[in-house]
């Protein structure tokens, strides 16, 4: 029913009863196209050399989302890194994501409301199928706290949620999350790892930093 990491992020991020997310805008919007990036690692359209992003394919069997970003890429003339593009498709980010809750809408797992304020349209999600999240963090947590067998997408989303610190959506207390801490950071250095998510998730961390520091900044300066 979940095809690929960007679903599964997207699912994990709402909140089980409200139409919200649980985390920061910031998070979602980097951590969202780090799902996307990881995700065409994944399926051989890309590569990563020195912190730069390689096109090795652009025919995906993906999503629209990950067909454009993937197709941007190889028209560029420059070869750039991973956080340089995670800045330029961040502006689009919310457009890329609507796609991706457009199929999860289809297969009755998110539903989107539209609204409008002000004569502006926008929307919002809710999940519709809770249990679908709940199997996904279950399958997490007995990989966690259970060590059972992890397969290439399982260490790409527990990849994922290490280089976006998400661990309270998997972790019931402060106990388990230092556990989890702990054994996120053995599974990245495992050979369990996918190739080529350990270099994905550091450049993104470093792009989550700077992201949250400049709105940090933002909020500072327009305060005063």
């Excluded at 799902?35 to 394919?57: C, H, M, T, Y």
């Excluded at 809750?101 to 199928?129: A, C, D, P, S, V």
Aim: contains cysteine.
């Amino acid at each position: 029913m979940i095809e690929n990491t960007a679903e599964r992020f997207l699912i994990l991020i709402q909140h089980p009863e409200k139409c919200r997310f649980i985390v920061s805008e910031q998070i979602k919007n980097v951590g969202f196209l780090g799902a996307i990036f990881l995700d065409l690692s994944n399926s051989k359209n890309l590569d990563i050399e020195s912190g730069r992003i390689i096109v090795k394919s652009v025919d995906v069997d993906l999503s629209t989302s990950h067909l454009i970003v993937i197709e941007q890429i190889a028209k560029s003339r420059r070869i750039r890194k991973i956080k340089s593009w995670l800045n330029i498709f961040s502006i689009k980010s919310r457009k890329y994501q609507k796609d991706i809750f457009l199929g999860l809408e289809k297969k009755g797992i998110i539903r989107i409301n539209h609204k409008r304020f002000l004569g502006i349209k926008y929307y919002n999600t809710q999940l519709t199928n809770p249990t679908v999240r709940d199997n996904v963090i279950s399958e997490l947590r007995n990989i966690i706290f259970n060590e059972a067998v992890m397969n290439a997408e399982n260490s790409i989303i527990l990849g994922l949620i290490e280089a976006c610190k998400m661990y309270k959506i998997i972790c019931r207390d402060k106990k388990e999350i230092k556990v989890c801490k702990r054994k996120l950071g053995e599974i990245l250095k495992s050979d369990l790892i996918a190739q080529g998510v350990d270099k994905v998730i550091k450049e993104m961390q470093a792009a989550i930093i700077g992201a949250v520091v400049a709105s940090a900044v933002a909020s500072t300066t327009s305060s005063n």
